[in-house]
């Protein structure tokens, strides 16, 4: 008996172990590899949709970038700058307008307030005081149009620069059940409460515009400047004006979600959150009560071009010669006998003056100024500025100053003087042989001023004071461009390919200019205006751009004669 029961000990500890482990396994393993198999599951799962809604965030944050809205006072804007070669942006005259970014806007206005302070000019200050009020008018009707957009239940269209509907909304939608559906082999996947809302980055972000150079000037701290270009949602202020840009970034980019707010009547709210709850009943159990939905979300921030192509020149003409007593455009600037009334003062409309024969003039005002209020120094004032603001966020603020001290006989070499803003925003003054440009010509819509002093009359043609295709004419407050249309380009005027290079025209723009016509000129090279064609990369460009974007053009003209000053 004691053996017997001796040999059966074992086999019954083996046998306990045995059920121990069925009911471990049974109890503890399996539900475990259950339970992480099915966290693994959500995490893999869940690792999916989010990148599927980031893809959404991105495509949604481009197509806001493509959105262009009119604005009454400044022309065609955006979240991105954009070339005049835009099929939904042709003014009168069939030629398209640049589209100009927000931010753009913003450092244009900031940087010509610097500007005008520093030349100590309170006319210049006005006007920049002036552009300021329209610039939060413009901001307040792009803010209220993205808005709408991403808003399933506005009806409102809206288009990009060549006239294409964008739906920044439904396209993410549509790209995030795609992605879905293409992910869950073929099945739809359920999505509820898609949302696609705007606000801005709590620490501030990038953006692709550029801060005034030399930074020293204004000593701009880390928290207002990156690389040379402004921070965004962070408040950067110029002579008592308050500048916030939008965050934006050279491509579409995800934003981190913790730094995203919602708006608060302050900042311009271009960061793109876009969010929902998704469906999938593969990861959960009806029986054990749990939701069968993942709420996804993403951000990003839209894309912004940075402005490009030559701008406008101020063009500076001496009829009969300059005049010792005004050596320079400070001179010009600040006449002693300033307060001198307008001889002529007015607008032209039905076309150009004197080029089209139908156009004549019209009573006009010089804003922000009553009209008794006019005189030289004004006009002056007036035109120089419009020429900077012409000029985007180019100019350097040194060498502008320099600039309007610079004296005109350091150049002069025939009877005109064009300044103009190279790649890197310093002024170039130049005095060529022959002149391309339209001499003495006002453009449709646009203002001109003469007044005339004891000992002089100076005339001012203003073609780019009244902007864009609802209140600047025929050019859309365009500068002029030259004829022919290369003239950037020709030994002819005193200039070469190279230096057109250089200066940020001709084949610096990516183009190249040739005739649809015998060219049978007396210039070598010239392709006439009215016979130009642009190519890229040696084929047809698909849409032609506007002619002055090649070479530049005419944006003001200060015609200067004196009477008994040499």
């Known amino acids: 008996m004691n053996r017997r029961t001796s040999r059966n000990k074992p086999r019954s500890a083996s046998g306990g172990i045995l059920v121990l482990a069925v009911i471990v396994l049974a109890f503890v393993v399996i539900p475990a590899w259950f339970f992480f198999s099915k966290c693994g599951l959500l995490v893999e799962t869940q690792s999916r949709y989010q990148s599927n809604m980031e893809a959404a965030s991105l495509l949604a944050a481009e197509r806001l970038s493509k959105i262009v809205v009119i604005d009454p006072h400044f022309g065609f804007i955006s979240l991105s700058n954009q070339p005049p070669i835009g099929k939904a942006t042709l003014a009168e005259d069939g030629e398209p307008c640049p589209v100009t970014s927000i931010n753009n806007l913003f450092a244009t206005v900031r940087l010509d307030t610097i500007i005008a302070h520093e030349m100590n000019n309170d006319d210049m200050c006005a006007l920049a005081d002036a552009d300021y009020k329209q610039m939060k008018r413009a901001e307040e009707l792009l803010q209220s149009s993205l808005q709408s957009a991403v808003n399933p239940e506005d009806r409102h269209e809206w288009s990009d620069m060549n006239g294409n509907e964008i739906s920044a909304y439904g396209d993410a939608l549509a790209l995030l059940e795609t992605n879905l559906r293409s992910n869950n082999g073929g099945r739809p996947v359920a999505v509820r409460d898609f949302r696609v809302s705007l606000g801005w980055l709590k620490r501030g972000g990038t953006t692709n515009t550029s801060a005034p150079a030399p930074l020293s000037w204004e000593h701009l701290s880390a928290e207002c400047q990156q690389g040379g270009k402004y921070k965004s949602g962070v408040d950067i202020p110029a002579f008592g004006k308050s500048f916030i840009f939008a965050s934006v970034a050279p491509t579409p980019a995800l934003a981190d979600q913790s730094m995203f707010s919602e708006p608060d009547g302050k900042r311009f709210c271009s960061v793109v959150k876009v969010e929902a709850d998704i469906e999938d009943s593969n990861l959960f159990d009806a029986k054990f009560g749990r939701e069968k939905w993942l709420h996804i979300s993403a951000c990003a921030v839209p894309p912004e071009h940075a402005q490009v192509g030559p701008t406008g020149a101020l063009m500076v003409f001496f009829p009969i010669g300059p005049a010792d007593a005004l050596r320079s455009l400070s001179d010009v600037l ?23 024969s139908e156009a004549s003039t019209a009573p006009t005002q010089l804003e922000p100024w009553e009209p008794q209020d006019i005189n030289s120094n004004r006009v002056v004032a007036a035109g120089l500025y419009c020429w900077l603001r012409a000029s985007g966020v180019k100019p350097r603020i040194d060498s502008t100053l320099n600039a309007m001290t610079s004296e005109f006989s350091r150049s002069l070499k025939s009877s005109n003087l064009l300044y103009e803003f190279d790649p890197h925003g310093n002024v170039t003054i130049s005095s060529l042989p022959a002149m391309p440009l339209p001499i003495s010509v006002l453009s449709d819509q646009q203002v001109f001023v003469e007044t005339r002093g004891d000992n002089y009359s100076i005339c001012c043609y203003n073609n780019v004071y009244n902007l864009g295709t609802i209140k600047g004419g025929k050019h859309a407050g365009q500068p002029l461009a030259g004829d022919p249309i290369n003239w950037c380009d020709l030994p002819y005027f005193g200039l070469s390919a190279e230096s057109a290079r250089a200066d940020g025209k ?35 460009a698909a849409v032609q751009p506007r002619q002055s974007y090649y070479s530049g053009g005419v944006a003001v003209e200060l015609s200067i004669s004196a009477f008994g000053m040499n």
């Open 334 to 356: 600040h006449l002693q006998d300033g307060q001198d009334k307008p001889a002529r003062f007015y607008q032209a409309v039905d076309g150009d003056l004197p080029v089209d």
């Open 506 to 540: 001709g084949a610096a723009t990516g183009l190249t200019v040739v005739s649809n016509k015998w060219a049978s000129g007396q210039i070598p090279g010239a392709v006439d205006r009215d016979d130009a064609e642009f190519q890229f990369n040696g084929k047809r």
